[in-house]
């Protein structure tokens, strides 16, 4: 998903997760937990740690109706160069469950990158959804994933290090 750099800029994700509500708002949905399965991404670098993501995920293995088109900012604090990749995120979601409900997106993540061209992904973000829509509540939507990247990256065998 994230930690892509100037050299190799495109991902591309398939993941599952979770739509967790509090106890209160999942018995006015229908319940606090929802599958999501899948849920796939599309990930470009862009510029001074920053990528861009898109994602639809929905719900194939679970009775509620949850699908999520999600558009994300991602900043990675200038390690997308290393195999180690956390990051922030903030965004915005169309959420269509019972009505197309838009939400704001607040999140962290990390990619660690096993192999040149792939990573495992987790991350979560709180998406929060104003008051006044009773068609959603605001809740938590953790992910993990595998990730893809269309050029070999460099990979950095240390986890960590030190610039001089």
Do not use: C
Request: charged share 15%; hydrophobic share 35%.
């Amino acid at each position: 998903m994230s930690a892509q750099n100037p050299d190799s800029k495109w991902t591309l994700g398939a993941h599952i997760g979770s739509v967790i509500y509090s106890d209160l708002d999942g018995k006015n949905l229908g319940g606090a937990y929802i599958d999501q399965i899948p849920r796939f991404t599309l990930s470009r670098y862009m510029f001074s740690n920053i990528t861009f993501e898109g994602a639809i995920g929905t719900t194939l293995l679970d009775n509620q109706k949850y699908t999520t088109f999600d558009g994300i900012a991602k900043y990675d604090f200038g390690k997308s160069f290393d195999n180690v990749v956390p990051y922030i995120l903030i965004g915005g979601s169309f959420i269509k469950g019972t009505k197309l409900t838009t939400t704001l997106n607040l999140g962290a993540g990390n990619t660690f990158w096993i192999f040149p061209n792939y990573g495992l992904n987790i991350q979560v973000m709180y998406k929060y959804s104003d008051p006044r829509y009773t068609s959603q509540f605001s809740h938590l939507y953790p992910t993990i994933g595998i990730v893809y990247s269309f050029k070999s990256r460099n990979m950095n065998r240390r986890l960590w290090h030190m610039n001089h």
